[in-house]
Structure formats: C-alpha cells, structure tokens
C-alpha cells in the first residue's frame, strides 16, 4: 500500500525557515514526479514545487528564490526547503507523487501545515 508522509511543518515567524519531508514507501519509485502542493483556507490547492527523477525542478513563481525541493531516491523521500517566509506562505503542504504515465494513478500525503506569523 502507498504511502506518502509529510513531517516538518509548524508555527514560524516571518523571514524564518522551514524544512519539510516526505517519505514515500509501498511502491513509490525514483521514476515518479515528487510534488509539494499548499491549499490556504478558501483557496484551491495550488503547485508550490515538483522534481523529476532526472533532478529537473519547477517551481510556481511565488516560491522561486525562496524553497528548493530535492530528493533522496535511496531514502524514497523528497525534501521542501522554505526560507524566508512569509505570512501568505501559510497553508497545508500536500506531498504528490505522479507517475510520468497516465496509466498510474498518482498519490497524496495527508499533509502538514505551516503557519507563518509573529
């Protein structure tokens, strides 16, 4: 069975820095498309940032310069570095797992949530 479990997130200040992880096991191999994701209260979910097993990155432009997702193929667990936070950055971090064929199914985390505020 999938699973896909995220850890590390919380309360942080403003300007602050936050390292999640998730850690994939039951299946999940290096060829998937590792995913971090965030949905704000009121808001759809939207892609903060996804890595392909190549280490190609994409990041939605409110995080570039700011979090760097990698991975640990060994480990089967992919990493979301937050600095400088910011308060708009609060929201539940959802971890995906996307095979590169339409033919798998893709999986979710149950998320972690970081709030950022003073």
């Known amino acids: 069975q999938v699973q896909l479990a995220e850890s590390g997130g919380g309360l942080v200040q403003p300007g602050g820095s936050l390292r999640l992880s998730c850690a994939a096991s039951?299946?999940?191999?290096?060829?998937?498309?590792m995913g971090w994701y965030r949905q704000a209260p009121g808001k759809p979910r939207e892609l903060v940032a996804n890595i392909r097993s190549s280490g190609s990155t994409n990041y939605a432009d409110s995080v570039k310069g700011r979090f760097t997702i990698s991975r640990d193929n060994a480990k089967n667990t992919v990493y979301l570095q937050m600095n400088s936070l910011k308060p708009e950055d609060t929201a539940v971090y959802y971890c995906n797992a996307d095979h590169p064929s339409p033919v798998f199914k893709d999986y979710w985390g149950k998320g972690t949530l970081v709030t950022v505020s003073s």
């Open positions: 039951g299946g999940i191999s290096s060829v998937y498309v």
